[in-house]
C-alpha cells in the first residue's frame, strides 16, 4: 500500500515537472514554430508525455522493484541453504563485472564486443598452452 502511494505521489510530481518544463520550451519557442506546427500536434505531444509518466512509468518502476527484491531474496535464500553456493557465485560476479563494466563505460554493445573477444583469445591462448605476456 505504501509503495503504491509513494508511486502516484512520484508519479504526479513528475508529471507536473514535466508538463512545467514543456510548457515553458514551447511559450519561449520562436512565431514560427506556431505558424508550421498545428495546435492538435502541440497538444498531442503534451498529452502523450503525461500519459507516459501516468500510465507507463509506474507500473514499470513496481515492476523492477519487484523483479530485484525477488532476485535477492532468492539469492538470499540460496546462500542460507548452501553456502558453498557463494563460492561459486563470487568468481561469476567479478567475471560478470569484468566483462559488462566496459559495455557500460562506452555506452554502446561494441565496448561488450571488445571485452568478450579479449577475455575469449586469453582463453585460447592459455588453453593452447602459450603465455599471455
Do not use: C
Amino acid at each position: 500500500m505504501l509503495s503504491a502511494f509513494t508511486m502516484v505521489v512520484g508519479s504526479v510530481q513528475a508529471a507536473r515537472l514535466l508538463h512545467s518544463a514543456l510548457l515553458h520550451n514551447k511559450i519561449r519557442s520562436p512565431q514560427s514554430f506556431f505558424d508550421t506546427t498545428p495546435s492538435g500536434r502541440i497538444l498531442n505531444r503534451f498529452s502523450k508525455d503525461i500519459y507516459v509518466i501516468d500510465e507507463v512509468l509506474a507500473p514499470t518502476i513496481l515492476m523492477l522493484f519487484n523483479s530485484f527484491y525477488t532476485s535477492i531474496s532468492t539469492l538470499v535464500v540460496i546462500v542460507a541453504s548452501t553456502p558453498l553456493f557463494i563460492v561459486v557465485v563470487l568468481p561469476l560476479a567479478v567475471l560478470y563485472g569484468f566483462v559488462q563494466v566496459p559495455a557500460w563505460m562506452g555506452g554502446t554493445l561494441h565496448g561488450a564486443g571488445g571485452a568478450l573477444e579479449w577475455a575469449w583469445s586469453v582463453y585460447m591462448h592459455t588453453a593452447q598452452g602459450g603465455r599471455r605476456f
